[in-house]
């Protein structure tokens, strides 16, 4: 079950990635100044805007697929395991991307792609994360879910005030937790599908898994309008891992070894948060998207041009 659990989560990163490509093109397309002060209001007619551009609406339909893999691996796979296994996004982001927009990568950016895959290696080697119950009793909702909904609350209105990096750093960290918390509601419906469809669409979990995707999707639009990829995208990787690990333990008594194995996991951490930080940061994922999306510099253009 481990390697069934493995592939699926590592295509349903590759679809995802795909999906954060297009999306980014569109994104970049769409003036952002409206929403900044504009609330949850401004993103749902930002969000009506993007729903006219090709890009973005292929982007969509790649994260339903993604959707379908996610909830396949979940429900053969622990959420700790699963959710972490998905930082692979942003390695199949760069190889996408540099696809798409004929883009070879650097020594720098071989260097960030080698780390992050190597933490993510170190980490789950060491962690070791095993498998609990398939659904969490409604105490451990309250403490788990509750706890995900004051942290997702304390980060947007962080976010508020702010403006460029930081703004797109804190709705990417809060999108990460919400997306943390759909996958855990997720897990929570296909673990009731042993007992038969009924069991499963008359629990509240699915529609909860709709409500919370929802918000999770139109934050991550926000964190993606906010700023680059370079400030959003290594908060939603670590934030989407760490929350998981969290999440699977207060809802699902999911374990990871700690003790001794505390030093090279948190080696793993660091890999992984200097690797995001590297990938995010390196031309193809950052300024040279943007302004191939955007038709900005001559560089951008002549990107724009190859890509279409």
Known sequence: MIAVTVLLALLAALTNASASVLQRRAAVQEPYEESVAGGAGAAV??????????????????????????????????????????????????????????????????????????????????????????????????????????????????????????????????????F?????????????????????????????????????????????GAGSLTASQPALTLGDALTSVVLGWVLFAETVHLGLRMLPEAVGVALIGAGSVGLARTPAVGLEWDASARGGDGRGRRLHRTHR
Do not use: D, I
Request: hydrophobic share 60%; net charge positive; aromatic share 8%.
């Open 180 to 224: 943390a918390t759909t996958a855990a509601l997720l897990k929570e419906a296909v673990g009731r599908l042993g007992q038969g469809p009924a069991a499963m669409f008359t629990h509240w979990s699915p529609y909860a898994t709709v409500g919370a995707g929802t918000v999770a999707f139109l934050l991550m639009q926000s964190a993606f």
């Open 45 to 178: 007619r930002r969000l009506g805007r993007l729903l006219r551009r090709p890009y973005w609406l292929a982007g969509a339909a790649l994260l339903a697929v993604s959707g379908l893999l996610q909830a396949g691996a979940l429900a053969v796979g622990s959420l700790s395991l699963v959710q972490p296994l998905l930082a692979t996004e942003l390695l199949f982001t760069l190889v996408v991307g540099g696809v798409v927009f004929r883009r070879r990568p650097g020594l720098r950016t071989w260097l960030a792609f080698a780390a992050l895959a190597a933490g993510l290696a170190v980490f789950l080697l060491a962690a070791a994360p095993v498998a609990g119950r398939p659904t969490a009793p409604p105490r451990a909702w309250l403490l788990g879910g509750g706890g995900a909904l004051g942290a997702v609350v304390l980060l947007v209105a962080a976010a508020r005030p702010t403006r460029g990096a930081p703004r797109a750093a804190l709705l990417g960290l809060a999108s990460a937790v919400c």
